[in-house]
């Protein structure tokens, strides 16, 4: 028997009106956790550059180890998996936006499901918390990992839709915790009527990301490996798998610039949405693309290791959903998103190369 898709059903049981609220003032608190990481470092730099005062950013890593600590910002260094220190984190916010998690590209979340998955904690306490601060809006960072893992065993995939998440059968570990996660976030709208909003990230990239040890994902992994083999002069390159599994990568600005639309537009109210380019290249596509960034000369001899931890066969956006109800959707092309991270990244490696600390993840 077929199923209802949960938002689907979801939206016809919940009677609730939706009241319109003033929009968020520059003075109004607005609150970021995961601010020491790659995609809610930017957002803290966005919303600060679009004129909000006052943004309390929130990270487990030291200071130092933050991406990018943004001048005039509240930082706070609170693990946000304590239900205590959540409810300190959102004291007084209007909107809060949950990017923590702990994370990583497929070496990571092949091999660490226990971390994966206690994520769970994050989400569970923050909703909870922004809920009894009154904070008017609440995003979470979902993820295509949510998806039904059945349907992604082709590098020639069908474009995933929203509805393709039920039945389900996400990537275990982390896809279980963003699915079970996002639940959370629709029973705070279906019981207790906060705004939740939800984003299913397709990967992500740029500068100011992680790009080296062991939770980078291919985009970056890509980059460093062909600026490591200029700098040695060894011509080899070694791929994750046999370079055929597909994927679509979606570029930071994007991604920030989509919570935002999202994260106020009434429609998307407890509605799980992709958030991701619908380009999709294989990964031998990939390292050509970051062959050019680089201006190489003569491609590197590929090498491949097939041991190595591959996810699923093929996965990409469909961005029907998001064109219709927001009229926008990524736009960035993967040619021109990656010559910005190949530089950025290139830079750091020579930070670090002269014996200054950079942050790698
Ligand atoms: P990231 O690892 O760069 O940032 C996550 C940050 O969360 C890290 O700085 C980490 O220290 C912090 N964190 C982890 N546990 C914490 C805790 N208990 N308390 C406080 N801080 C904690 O990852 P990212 O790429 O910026 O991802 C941000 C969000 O987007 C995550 O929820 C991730 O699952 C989701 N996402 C990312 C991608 C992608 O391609 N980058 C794709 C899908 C979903």
Not at 37 to 43: D, E, K, P, T, V
Not at 221 to 237: H, P, Q, W, Y
Not at 290 to 319: F, I, W
Not at 353 to 360: D, Q, S
Request: net charge neutral; glycine share 8%; aromatic share 10%.
């Amino acid at each position: 028997m077929s199923q209802k898709p949960l938002y689907e059903s979801m939206k016809q049981s919940v009677t609730r009106v939706v009241e319109t609220d003033e929009p968020t003032k520059p003075n109004d608190l607005i609150v970021i956790t995961g601010a020491g990481g790659f995609i809610a470092g930017n957002l803290v730099q966005y919303f600060r550059n679009k004129g909000f005062k006052n943004i309390r950013a929130v990270d487990k890593k030291p200071l130092y180890e933050w991406y990018l600590p943004v001048p005039g910002v509240e930082s706070l260094c609170l693990d946000v998996s304590n239900e205590t220190n959540c409810r300190r984190v959102c004291e007084g916010a209007v909107e809060v936006y949950n990017l923590a998690a702990d994370m990583g590209g497929m070496g990571f979340i092949e091999r660490f499901r226990i971390e994966c998955l206690r994520s769970i904690l994050i989400n569970t306490h923050m909703v909870e918390a922004a809920y009894r601060a009154g904070a008017k809006r609440y995003f979470f960072s979902s993820s295509a990992c949510a998806y039904n893992t059945d349907l992604q065993q082709d590098p020639n995939v069908r474009a995933l839709k929203e509805t393709d998440a039920y039945p389900a059968m996400a990537e275990r570990g982390y896809g279980w915790e963003k699915l079970m996660s996002e639940m959370f976030c629709q029973e705070y709208w279906a019981e207790r009527g906060m705004k939740t909003f939800i984003a299913r990230f397709h990967n992500v990239y740029g500068p100011n990301g992680t790009w080296d040890g062991g939770r980078e994902k291919a985009p970056a992994a890509l980059c460093r490996k062909v600026i490591e083999s200029l700098d040695t002069g060894d011509n080899n390159i070694t791929l994750w798998g046999d370079g055929t599994r597909t994927r679509s990568f979606m570029y930071i600005d994007d991604c920030v610039q989509g919570i935002d639309k999202i994260t106020h537009c009434d429609k998307l109210i407890a509605t799980p949405i992709n958030l991701g380019s619908d380009e999709l290249v294989s990964i031998n596509d990939l390292l050509t693309k970051v062959e050019q960034a680089a201006r190489l000369n003569k491609p590197l001899t590929r090498h491949y290791d097939l041991d190595a931890p591959m996810g699923v066969a093929g996965r990409n956006s469909d961005n029907t959903f998001i064109k219709q109800v927001l009229e926008w959707e990524p736009s960035t092309s993967l040619d021109d998103g990656l010559v910005k991270t190949y530089e950025w990244i290139k830079e750091q490696y020579n930070r670090r190369k002269a014996g200054m600390r950079v942050g790698i993840g």
